[in-house]
């Protein structure tokens, strides 16, 4: 697998522990059963105090992180919607913002600000080494298990 899909996974899972959620597993070579192909997939649990609004929020973030990782790792910062292999992780953050911001206009805003505020929360030099570090070690073993995720990214991050 690619350094740029561990890096985009790496994103994905990075952001989503500092939102709150539990990395179940993340894996650069998924097994495909059926409809879109993925290169990587993250599963991230919520806490169940975490309310719908907030779970929603945090998904719009952890869905755009991925791309961002990949924006900041390439050094081509690309807007997320043109990007065939980021059409999932947008149409993701876009249907989620549906329930938030109803009004498209404001909502592609919205998504544009979250992209740029994600760009310079992952540039941080603690979170990108959080990052870098994960993709290290989904490059080694392409699978990880919560323990293994979480013991690497809190190496780097504040508990």
């Known amino acids: 697998m690619s350094e740029i899909c561990a890096y985009h996974e790496a994103g994905h899972a990075a952001w989503a522990v500092i939102r709150g ?26 806490p169940p105090s975490m309310s719908d609004s907030d779970v929603a929020r945090s998904g719009i973030e952890v869905s755009l992180a991925g791309p961002v990782a990949e924006m900041i790792y390439s050094g081509d910062p690309f807007h997320p919607a043109t990007m065939p292999e980021w059409s999932g992780d947008w149409q993701t953050a876009w249907n989620l913002a549906a329930s938030i911001w109803k009004d498209q206009k404001l909502r592609l805003r919205k ?15 603690n979170l990108w080494q959080a990052i870098a570090s994960l993709s290290d070690e989904l490059l080694a073993h392409e699978q990880m298990e919560y323990d293994e995720v979480h013991e690497t990214l809190l190496r780097w991050l504040p508990s």
């Open 21 to 46: 959620g539990r990395i179940a597993s993340i894996s650069i070579d998924p097994v495909w059963e059926e409809g879109p192909r993925q290169d990587g997939v993250v599963e991230v649990e919520w």
């Open 111 to 125: 998504l544009e600000a979250i992209t740029r505020y994600l760009y310079e929360q992952l540039s941080d030099d």
